[in-house]
């Protein structure tokens, strides 16, 4: 019972890969601006958003 669920956690771990790794990065960059300056922070933080949905965007259309 445990090693389905912990095959089955692994098996959608591996096909969100991307995903994940993308918004780990952003996350990365958008801690790295705050660190920088508040306002900056807020900058990047906005153009990472708008980035993420013309994504998500894009691969539903």
């Not at 445990?2 to 089955?8: A, E, Y």
């Not at 991307?18 to 780990?24: K, N």
Request: no cysteine; hydrophobic share 65%; proline share 0%.
């Amino acid at each position: 019972m445990l090693t389905k669920k912990l095959s089955k956690f692994l098996k959608f771990l591996l096909l969100n890969i991307h995903t994940i790794l993308l918004f780990v990065g952003i996350t990365f960059i958008v801690v790295a601006a705050f660190l920088f300056n508040q306002i900056i922070g807020f900058l990047v933080l906005g153009i990472s958003l708008i980035a993420v949905s013309l994504i998500i965007n894009k691969n539903y259309d």
